[in-house]
């Protein structure tokens, strides 16, 4: 995972920035606890034209939406620009005419992540910024259903669940009390569903700790089927992915996509996880 790192610390929660490669987070870990991001070996990626190929790592990482392989996989191999503040860190570098940041500052309890993807000046794009955190498999993620208030009467439907063609409906689970579907942290075949929300978090237990990442109140996206919270599960790790809206990016024009960031101890069951993590929620 690299070596040169620049640290934010709350006193009970540490985010490492990784300065050699990125603009990528490479360790979260709470006080005396273990690294809660996945870390994983150079052979886990995506093989790219020309030779190139695209290094997954582990960690936290921003990408650009729609998912266009030869936009979106651009390789974050080479050393970052990084700058430290009063309240934290930032990271960012350009490729393939495109600037990425990533800002994490101390907010309270929680670490405030702030992701801007910008044009670098040589081209005209259509993108939106993609937050994806991985996780090492094991757990188990939650992504809650955010239902439009209604009557029982109202025949209505009140939300919607999005699939990829390599969905595994059959495999997901669905606690109904908590109104959040759960996605196995460990499978031998990828599986991935998103939603749509105003309200947004997603969460993964693991270990006796839950990561939870709240999205910024904002405007749905305008692709993924409105799907600005999403879950992969494969056998290599778990992904925990925001969506902001697509923008035109030119001139000085930026996209922004904020997620608040938390750990806490696991209190029990899922319905528990799901009721202690949408109590932190820190826009309310």
Do not use: C
């Amino acid at each position: 995972m690299g070596h040169e790192r620049v640290v934010v610390d709350t006193g009970e929660l540490a985010a490492e920035l990784a300065t050699g490669f990125g603009p990528r987070v490479v360790r979260l870990a709470p006080r005396g606890g273990p690294n809660l991001l996945a870390e994983l070996t150079d052979d886990v990626g995506i093989d790219l034209a020309g030779g190139r190929r695209y290094t997954f790592r582990g960690g936290h990482r921003l990408w650009v939406a729609p998912e266009v392989p030869s936009v979106t996989y651009e390789p974050d191999d080479e050393p970052v620009e990084s700058q430290r503040s009063d309240r934290g860190a930032r990271v960012s570098a350009s490729a393939g005419g495109i600037r990425k940041t990533i800002d994490v500052r101390v907010a309270g309890r929680y670490l405030e992540v702030e992701h801007v993807v910008a044009s670098d000046g040589r081209r005209r794009i259509e993108a939106a910024p993609w937050a994806i955190t991985q996780l090492p498999p094991g757990g188990i993620a939650l992504m809650p259903i955010q239902r439009t208030p209604a009557d029982e009467r109202d025949l209505q439907p009140d939300h919607a669940l999005v699939g990829w063609p390599y969905t595994d409906w059959g495999a997901l689970g669905y606690d109904a009390a908590a109104s959040v579907v759960l996605v196995e942290g460990r499978r031998a075949t990828p599986t991935k569903v998103g939603t749509t929300a105003t309200r947004g978090w997603l969460a993964y237990a693991r270990d006796g700790w839950v990561f939870a990442k709240y999205l910024l109140p904002g405007p749905a996206t305008s692709i993924d089927r409105g799907a600005n919270l999403q879950v992969y599960a494969g056998p290599d790790f778990v992904e925990l992915e925001t969506l902001g809206p697509v923008e035109t990016l030119a001139g000085h024009r930026r996209a922004r996509l904020v997620e608040m960031w938390d750990v806490a101890p696991a209190p029990g069951t899922p319905a528990d996880v799901a009721a202690q993590v949408d109590a932190r929620y820190p826009w309310d």
